[in-house]
């Protein structure tokens, strides 16, 4: 495989609200509503597939209704699910959105369900077969005894960094692509500067870091080179899932050898993309779509 991706898979249940609602007070219209999976690493996943990479799934789900749910959509897109396990009388995470209407900002509501992960042989043996293992720290355990075999079979690195978690400080010196949110860098390293928090980052042992910024694109970091890659204008629905397709297609673009600025832009394309439909997996795109809206943008 191209990416095994170890971490979290939840239902999502996501409605667009025209605001944050009052305990005991509003009643809210939906203006539209959806039901979908996500998760960090999964959702990055199913990106990856899309664009046409060879991917699979290490985690827990339930045995319910929005297990089998999971299952099915893993399943619809090709990710290998050989070492997925499914917890017998367990129930699969859920987690509810509220979607602003006209500006896609989210509030996440998260049932954390699903019971722990732990690794065997097998596992190792699908890490080792892969070229990337992608993590987002939940199963924290397993995850770092991933990163450890990874580590020692030559198999790349990446993490989803979205807040500081324990136990990071045994987890970066293993990881080789460092992919944060803009809230992570400076409350992991008590930096305010991007850019010198950034560095920071890389001293702790990756070779690049990637610091998401919204709207505003990204910024690369790798050796002594900082480089801005700007974000693309689009009719926002729903920012549900931009940062995991982010991750997803820039995994593709180093899976293709692309030079970095390159790969960024292709990251900021499809990011940019699933915003424009409700849920984090709607609007993940095909490789042709993405080509044909970088087309359309360069004109």
């Given at each position: ?46 990106a990856m597939a ?48 509220l979607v602003e ?130 974000g693309f204008q ?66």
């Amino acid at each position: 495989m191209d990416v095994v991706g170890l971490g979290y898979c939840a239902l999502d249940y996501l409605g667009i609200v025209p605001g944050q609602p009052e305990f005991d007070v509003d009643t809210v219209s939906l203006s539209d509503f959806a039901k979908s999976g996500g998760g960090p690493v999964s959702t990055a996943l199913v990106a990856m597939a899309r664009l046409g990479a060879c991917t699979g799934y290490i985690g827990v789900l339930g045995e319910d209704e929005g297990g089998a749910f999971l299952k099915g959509e893993f399943e619809q897109e090709g990710v290998d699910l050989n070492r997925l396990r499914v917890q017998a009388g367990a129930r699969s995470q859920i987690c509810m959105v509220l979607v602003e209407a006209g500006t896609g900002r989210r509030s996440i509501l998260c049932y954390r369900a699903a019971g722990e992960l732990v690794l065997d042989e097998a596992d190792r043996t699908c890490i080792s077969s892969a070229r990337y293992l992608h993590l987002d720290g939940h199963y924290m355990d397993a995850a770092i005894t991933a990163a450890c075999w990874a580590r020692a079979d030559e198999v790349k690195v990446s993490f989803d960094a979205n807040r500081p978690r324990p136990r990071l400080d045994e987890l970066l010196p293993l990881v080789d692509v460092l992919i944060a949110s803009e809230r992570f860098p400076p409350a992991y390293t008590g930096q305010d500067d991007q850019v010198q928090a950034g560095r920071s980052l890389l001293e702790m042992g990756p070779e690049i870091v990637v610091i998401t910024l919204g709207a505003e694109g990204c910024l690369c970091l790798w050796e002594d080179q900082v480089v801005h890659v700007p974000g693309f204008q689009v009719n926002v629905v729903d920012t549900t899932g931009a940062g995991d397709a982010f991750h997803g297609a820039f995994l593709y673009g180093l899976l293709q050898g692309w030079e970095l600025e390159r790969t960024a832009i292709f990251a900021n394309a499809v990011a940019a993309i699933n915003c424009t439909c409700l849920s984090g997996r709607a609007g993940l795109p095909s490789l042709s779509e993405v080509e044909v809206f970088l087309k359309e943008k360069a004109h």
